[in-house]
C-alpha cells in the first residue's frame, strides 16, 4: 500500500509545484479523504499571490470531494460513516466546539478566519488524499443521485454565494445589486432569486459570464465598462436605491459603490475576499456620515455537514444547477495549467475542473 502522495502546493509567493508527501493518518475524530474531484477557486490564486502571507509546501485547495479511506476510532465509531462512501467537505471545517462555534459563529472557529482550515492553517485537498478534522460534523455523505462534480460545488461556490444572499436581508419581492458575476456573484444571484428577490442587477463587463448571469437569474446587466454602475442602479430604482447590495469581487472600489447604492435602511452583505490593501475605505456621505441605518454584513461561508446536505437537496430538487460553471476539465497532474489559467482568467475560464480518477 503507498505510503506517499502527490500534492500541488505552494513553493512561496507567486510559485506553486507538485511535491510528494506522505498520505496523513487521521486522529480519533478525523477522517482521510481519496479525492475524486477538485475546483480551482480564486481565493486560492490570492493565496498563492499572499494575502495571507508567506507559505512554503502549504498544500492548496478547498474545494473537493472524494471517498472515505480511513476513519479514526471515534468517527467509525459513530456508526454515521463507511470505508469507500463518497463524501462532501465543506471548505469551512469548523470543530463545533469552542466559544465562537458556540456562539453561532462556526466560520470563525477558534478565531478570526479559524474555520478556513484548508491552505490555510493545514494542507488543503489538491492532493491525492487530504485530511478532515472533527469528520463526524463536517463530512456530509453524497446522495446517490448527484455526482462528484455537483456535490463539489456545494463545498464554496454555493454555500459562500447563498450566505450572501442570506445575510443581505432581501425583503420579499424586493431590490437586490450584485456586483461581479464571477462563479461566487452568479450563486448569489441563485440565492437572491431563491430568497424571493423581485429585482435582481447584476454588474459585470465579461460577455461569457452576462450570459450565465442572465441564465441564473438576474434581470438586468449593468455593464461597468459602459455606464456608471452607481448612476445606472439608481436609475432602474428611481433614485432610490436598492434594498440589498451584495459585493461579490473583494474590491474596495465595489464595496463603496454597494454603499452608495444602498437605500437608507438597507444592508450591504460582503463575501468578496479583499486581498489588498490595509483598509476597505466606507464612503462618507452616502454612509450617512455614520447614521444613515445601513447594515453590514460580512461573512465567509458557513461549515459543517447539515449545510452541505441542504445545499445539496436543492441540487437533488431542481432549484439550482451549478454545472455550466464548469468551463475547463484538467486531469490532477495538469492541475498546473489549470491553475496559471485561472490566474489570469484565461480563455474566459469560470471554474476548472479537476479530476483524480
Known amino acids: 500500500m503507498a505510503k506517499v502522495m502527490s500534492s500541488f502546493v505552494m ?34 490564486t490570492h493565496t498563492v499571490a499572499g494575502a495571507i502571507g508567506d507559505r512554503q509546501g502549504l498544500t492548496l485547495g478547498h474545494e473537493a470531494v472524494g471517498i472515505i479511506h480511513e ?5 467509525a465509531a459513530s456508526g454515521r460513516f463507511q470505508l469507500g462512501q463518497r463524501v462532501a467537505v465543506s471548505a ?21 478566519l479559524g474555520g478556513w482550515k484548508f491552505a490555510n492553517i493545514k494542507d488543503g485537498s489538491f492532493a491525492e488524499y487530504f485530511h478532515v478534522n472533527n469528520a463526524i460534523a463536517n463530512l456530509a455523505p453524497i446522495p446517490d443521485g448527484l455526482t462528484d ?11 459562500t454565494g447563498f450566505v450572501a444572499s442570506e445575510h443581505a436581508n432581501i425583503p420579499m419581492g424586493g431590490s437586490v445589486a450584485i456586483f461581479s458575476q464571477g462563479p461566487v456573484g452568479m450563486m448569489a444571484t441563485v440565492g437572491a432569486r431563491l430568497r424571493g428577490a423581485g429585482l435582481i442587477i ?12 442572465r441564465k441564473f437569474g438576474c434581470d438586468v446587466i449593468v455593464d461597468f465598462t459602459k455606464e456608471d454602475p452607481i448612476e ?15 459585493e461579490a469581487l473583494g474590491s474596495a472600489q465595489t464595496f463603496a459603490a454597494c454603499v452608495k447604492v444602498t437605500r437608507p435602511g438597507g444592508t450591504i452583505s460582503n463575501i468578496g475576499y479583499h486581498g489588498d490593501g490595509d483598509s476597505v475605505p466606507i464612503p462618507r456621505e452616502a454612509w450617512g456620515v455614520g447614521m444613515s441605518d445601513k447594515v453590514i454584513r460580512t461573512a465567509l461561508c458557513p461549515g459543517g455537514s447539515e449545510r452541505m446536505r441542504r445545499l445539496m437537496r436543492l441540487i437533488e430538487t431542481g432549484r439550482v444547477d451549478p454545472l455550466p460553471l464548469t468551463t475547463h476539465r484538467f486531469t490532477f497532474p495538469e492541475i498546473e495549467e489549470a491553475f496559471r489559467m485561472m490566474q489570469s482568467k484565461e480563455d474566459g475560464m469560470i471554474k476548472p475542473l479537476i479530476s483524480f480518477a
Open 11 to 44: 513553493h512561496g509567493i507567486g510559485k506553486v509545484g507538485f511535491m510528494e508527501k506522505p498520505i496523513p493518518r487521521p486522529g480519533p475524530n478525523d477522517a482521510i479523504i481519496r479525492t475524486t474531484v477538485a475546483l480551482i477557486c480564486t481565493s486560492d
Open 71 to 75: 476513519l479514526g476510532d471515534v468517527a
Open 92 to 112: 469551512i471545517t469548523p470543530c463545533f466546539a469552542c466559544e465562537n462555534c458556540q456562539r453561532g459563529y462556526s466560520s470563525q472557529c477558534g478565531g478570526l
Open 149 to 159: 462534480e455537483q456535490a463539489a460545488y456545494c463545498c464554496d461556490m454555493l454555500s
Open 202 to 213: 447584476g454588474v459585470e463587463s465579461m460577455p461569457n459570464r452576462i450570459t450565465l448571469a
Open 232 to 246: 445606472a442602479i439608481l436609475k432602474l430604482t428611481g433614485g432610490v436605491g436598492v434594498d440589498s447590495a451584495i
